[in-house]
């Protein structure tokens, strides 16, 4: 079983650089030489998409409904000759509303990325590198939307990877590979319900057998292990942009082998100065979030009904995007 998880590992990243890390022959838009800019480039973005869905008289059904994503980015990228520092705020906030239905969210993202690289030598394209991730919420999550017993809470969970290893890029901005033989993966639960539960992978609460809680439940997790990440953004069409991020990473000590998997790709279609369509898609899986619990009443242990599985989310969306840069340029400049 070890060695299929293994094998699964490898062929998971070999397929993610054959997918995304295509030679610049491949590409189908004509690269422009241009110089290469030292000191800070920053970005700044805003947008809105929306979907909406009405019958009236319509003879085969449906439910009205309406959604909408709110998201933010702001990117800021340090060069010099031997050295550079990228990184990113990504902001995602969603709701949907149906006809007798309470209102939910379907999209709620905090993340933060930085990376910083020390060049090895001046004829080669390896990096000395280290990374920062942190992934968490805005609000509540429920399984359904008229849950009233949160699942999910900021910071519950909270992801935190931090590493030093080694990365590879010709132009590290738009394609790279990382590779950190020691990667700290630290999960917060600061939830003290969600933490006693044992939610994501933390340990459980201890109760004698009246109920009382002995040991209350662990709100941090800690593992180390090997992680690999492959990122890649190309605009492949005219107006037309692929950002792929892949993580693969796997514990040392509690479970070697088993491979949590973290790949968002997104194709951003640019319609014209302001409009833009975004198609997303989302795998994650994590051996640490099981589907399905059952607590044993006498020794408080938790048995597993149904296992991790595969999770998968799919975005489609149309709405304004707004380049916060440019607008502050234009009103600075008379």
Same mark, same amino acid.
């Given at each position: 079983? @070890? ?14 650089? &054959? &997918? +995304? ?7 189908? !838009? ?10 800070? +480039?920053?970005?700044?973005?805003? /947008?809105? *998409?929306?979907? @909406? +869905? ?6 085969? /059904? /449906?439910?009205?409904? $309406?959604?909408? $994503? ?41 993340? #933060? ?19 920062? =991730? ?25 992801? !935190? ?7 590879? %890029? ?42 009382? $809680?002995?040991?209350? %439940?662990?709100? !941090? ?20 942009? &692929? ?15 088993? &491979? ?5 790709? =997104? ?17 994650? *899986?994590?051996?640490?979030?099981? #589907? ?10 938790? #048995?597993? $009904? ?12 149309? /709405? ?15």
């Amino acid at each position: 079983m @070890q060695s299929c998880r293994l094998h699964l590992f490898a062929v998971l990243l070999a397929f993610s650089s &054959v &997918v +995304v890390a295509q030679p610049d022959s491949l590409f189908f !838009v004509k690269k422009k030489t241009k110089d290469i800019k030292l000191g800070w +480039v920053t970005k700044k973005e805003v /947008g809105l *998409y929306l979907n @909406q +869905v009405s019958f009236t008289n319509w003879n085969a /059904g /449906g439910t009205n409904s $309406i959604s909408a $994503i709110l998201s933010g980015k702001a990117t800021a990228r340090y060069k010099q000759e031997k050295l550079f520092w990228n990184s990113t705020l990504n902001l995602r906030y969603g709701l949907n509303k149906q006809d007798n239905q309470p209102l939910f969210k379907t999209e709620d993202v905090i993340e #933060v990325i930085s990376n910083f690289g020390i060049e090895k030598n001046p004829t080669s394209n390896w990096f000395y590198s280290a990374r920062f =991730n942190l992934n968490t919420q805005f609000a509540n999550g429920f399984s359904n939307p008229d849950g009233s017993d949160p699942i999910s809470k900021f910071l519950a969970p909270g992801y !935190v990877f931090m590493g030093m290893g080694m990365e590879y %890029g010709r132009h590290i901005e738009r394609l790279s590979f990382y590779a950190s033989p020691f990667t700290l993966k630290t999960t917060f639960v600061l939830d003290s319900e969600l933490a006693n539960k044992g939610a994501f992978g933390v340990d459980p609460a201890i109760y004698d057998l009246e109920g009382n $809680i002995i040991k209350a %439940g662990r709100k !941090v997790r800690q593992e180390l292990g090997i992680l690999l990440t492959n990122q890649f953004e190309e605009d492949v069409f005219e107006n037309i942009k &692929v950002n792929s991020l892949l993580r693969l990473y796997t514990d040392y000590i509690n479970s070697f082998g088993n &491979v949590d998997l973290d790949w968002e790709l =997104n194709i951003d279609m640019k319609v014209n100065r302001y409009v833009q369509a975004t198609l997303g898609s989302h795998l994650r *899986y994590d051996n640490d979030i099981k #589907v399905e619990l059952q607590t044993n009443e006498i020794t408080n242990e938790e #048995v597993v $009904i149904k296992g991790a599985k595969l999770q998968w989310k799919q975005i489609l969306g149309v /709405g304004v995007v707004i380049d916060l840069d440019n607008i502050i340029k234009a009103s600075t400049n008379p």
